[in-house]
């Protein structure tokens, strides 16, 4: 949660509250186009020696800003689990998902940047040779979401500071005080200037409008706006959005499997993974008894356990409204409360929404939120087209019939589709 407020010369600040308690965490300077790009400018003069430096010297540095990671691997969990809500268990699994991106870059990069020779014409009596080469972009920007945002920094910014680019991170308004954290470790190093970082609602576009590639996280509205003004000036973006991952019920389904597997899958850390279900799409000759096991399911969901990821709050308090909002919407359009439906503070209670159709924004819109709606539908075929429109990370089939969910994941839009599996809808960023 934050808040803004000027200081005594003028200029704003941003604090930062931990979701669970409400208690203030720390509070950073908003900052504004100008110095934007001036921290642009000083990035860009920065990166020309980095990059003259070698893959083996970038390397160097990036091993010994993991040694530092890992040295203050407790104190970054401990503000990553008061900023977000999780327990310290979930990010202690985070922070490892930082350090695996840097492992891997680490020990890949040579390789992925190494030069190819070609041939440039058949015949052998002709010399000529072409070399592919990659040259990085000067500054990447790195905008990064309230889910996931110490890994999902990491995941962005490691590979461009290994290809020799320098790095903007600016990391959502809501979570930004243990990307602050990490990215102190940098400097605390003596690394080379190429790695930064700027807060608040204004940043976000200047960093668009100043960098020379943006990679860009979170919702598909802002991505939207992010790929238009990124082709205005004619540079590269690269998008993570989130979408509407389903699960599908047949009638031959293990109902009590597919609850308690579907319940887990939307409801794990309240909801807040691009990969949660949020639609489901139950065929119609067992979608009553199919409804009141979800429903037992998530009236229990855990309750063995409240140490547990699955019992987090939301990490955005203006968050919880849109939660509110989908519900209300969907109760005002027709569909039936089986449980839960309402917050107290940021955590929102377990829901099920049973006869819902495509009119509830619920359906269309993302929720990232333990909200589980449920349509019925005819059967496979009448599945297809609301679980493809709009389409999401990943689809969940829950059936006893290995050819129908072939058959199924063949038509299905989504990158990834599971049967009877509940973990495509548990992985984290970079692990899909």
Same mark, same amino acid.
């Given at each position: 949660?934050?808040?803004?407020?000027? %200081?005594?010369?003028?200029?704003?600040?941003?604090?930062?509250?931990?979701?669970? #308690?409400?208690?203030?965490?720390?509070?950073?300077?908003?900052?504004?186009?100008?110095?934007?790009?001036?921290?642009?400018?000083?990035? $860009?003069?920065?990166?020309?020696?980095?990059?003259?430096?070698?893959?083996?010297?970038?390397?160097?540095?990036?091993?010994?800003?993991?040694?530092?990671?890992?040295?203050?691997? #407790?104190?970054?969990?401990?503000?990553?689990?008061?900023?977000?809500?999780?327990?310290?268990?979930?990010?202690?699994?985070?922070?490892?998902?930082?350090? =695996?991106? @840097? =492992?891997?870059?680490?020990?890949?990069?040579?390789?992925?940047?190494?030069?190819?020779?070609? $041939?440039?014409?058949? %015949?052998?009596?002709?010399?000529?040779? @072409?070399?592919?080469?990659?040259?990085?972009?000067?500054?990447?920007?790195?905008?990064?979401?309230?889910?996931?945002? @110490?890994?999902?920094?990491?995941?962005?910014?490691?590979?461009?500071?290994?290809?020799?680019?320098?790095? &903007?991170?600016?990391?959502?308004?809501?979570?930004? &005080?243990?990307?602050?954290?990490?990215?102190?470790?940098?400097?605390?190093?003596?690394?080379?200037?190429?790695? #930064?970082?700027?807060?608040?609602?204004?940043?976000?576009?200047?960093?668009?409008?100043?960098?020379?590639?943006?990679?860009?996280?979170?919702?598909?509205?802002?991505?939207?706006?992010?790929?238009?003004?990124?082709?205005?000036? &004619?540079?590269?973006?690269?998008?993570?959005?989130?979408?509407?991952?389903?699960?599908?019920?047949?009638?031959?389904?293990?109902?009590?499997?597919?609850?308690?597997?579907?319940? &887990?899958?939307?409801?794990?850390?309240?909801?807040?993974?691009?990969?949660?279900?949020?639609?489901?799409?139950?065929?119609?000759?067992?979608?009553?008894?199919?409804?009141?096991?979800?429903?037992?399911?998530?009236?229990?969901?855990?309750?063995?356990?409240?140490?547990?990821?699955?019992?987090?709050?939301?990490?955005?308090?203006?968050?919880?409204?849109?939660?509110?909002?989908? *519900?209300?919407?969907?109760?005002?359009?027709?569909?039936?409360?089986?449980?839960?439906?309402?917050?107290?503070?940021? *955590?929102?209670?377990?829901?099920?929404?049973?006869?819902?159709?495509?009119?509830?924004?619920?359906?269309?819109?993302?929720? @990232?939120?333990?909200?589980?709606?449920? *349509?019925?539908?005819?059967?496979?075929?009448?599945?297809?087209?609301?679980?493809?429109?709009?389409?999401?990370?990943?689809?969940?089939?829950?059936?006893?019939?290995?050819?129908?969910?072939?058959?199924?994941?063949? $038509?299905?839009?989504?990158?990834? *589709?599971?049967? %009877?599996?509940?973990?495509?809808?548990?992985?984290?960023?970079?692990?899909?």
């Amino acid at each position: 949660m934050l808040s803004t407020h000027p %200081n005594s010369a003028g200029n704003a600040w941003l604090t930062v509250t931990s979701p669970g #308690d409400g208690r203030a965490l720390g509070t950073l300077p908003i900052h504004g186009p100008d110095h934007v790009r001036a921290v642009t400018a000083a990035l $860009r003069q920065a990166q020309m020696s980095w990059r003259a430096m070698g893959v083996v010297g970038r390397v160097q540095w990036l091993t010994r800003f993991r040694e530092w990671l890992s040295d203050n691997r #407790d104190t970054l969990a401990d503000l990553l689990a008061s900023e977000t809500g999780k327990s310290v268990a979930a990010a202690l699994r985070e922070f490892r998902l930082g350090i =695996d991106a @840097l =492992d891997y870059h680490r020990t890949h990069g040579a390789d992925f940047l190494g030069a190819s020779w070609q $041939r440039t014409h058949g %015949n052998p009596s002709v010399a000529l040779q @072409l070399a592919i080469t990659y040259r990085p972009c000067a500054v990447v920007g790195v905008v990064s979401p309230w889910t996931y945002p @110490l890994a999902s920094t990491l995941l962005d910014a490691v590979p461009a500071l290994m290809a020799g680019s320098a790095v &903007l991170v600016k990391p959502s308004s809501v979570t930004p &005080l243990t990307v602050r954290a990490a990215l102190a470790g940098w400097a605390a190093i003596g690394a080379p200037p190429v790695l #930064d970082l700027v807060v608040g609602p204004e940043a976000g576009p200047a960093v668009v409008d100043a960098v020379d590639h943006v990679y860009f996280t979170g919702s598909p509205e802002t991505g939207k706006v992010v790929a238009l003004r990124a082709a205005a000036r &004619l540079i590269p973006c690269r998008l993570a959005v989130g979408g509407k991952s389903s699960a599908i019920v047949l009638p031959d389904a293990d109902l009590g499997g597919a609850a308690a597997g579907i319940a &887990l899958g939307g409801l794990a850390e309240s909801g807040q993974n691009c990969h949660s279900v949020e639609r489901v799409f139950v065929a119609a000759p067992v979608y009553d008894a199919f409804v009141e096991r979800l429903v037992t399911e998530v009236a229990a969901f855990g309750a063995d356990d409240p140490g547990d990821i699955r019992v987090t709050p939301v990490t955005s308090a203006a968050h919880v409204r849109h939660l509110g909002d989908q *519900v209300q919407d969907a109760l005002a359009k027709g569909a039936s409360l089986r449980i839960g439906g309402t917050a107290e503070g940021q *955590v929102f209670e377990p829901t099920v929404l049973a006869d819902a159709d495509p009119a509830m924004s619920v359906l269309t819109q993302q929720t @990232l939120g333990p909200i589980l709606p449920v *349509v019925r539908v005819a059967d496979a075929e009448a599945a297809l087209i609301p679980a493809n429109d709009p389409s999401g990370p990943c689809v969940s089939v829950w059936t006893g019939d290995d050819a129908a969910a072939r058959y199924l994941a063949g $038509r299905l839009l989504a990158a990834r *589709v599971g049967r %009877n599996d509940v973990s495509v809808h548990l992985a984290p960023p970079g692990y899909a």
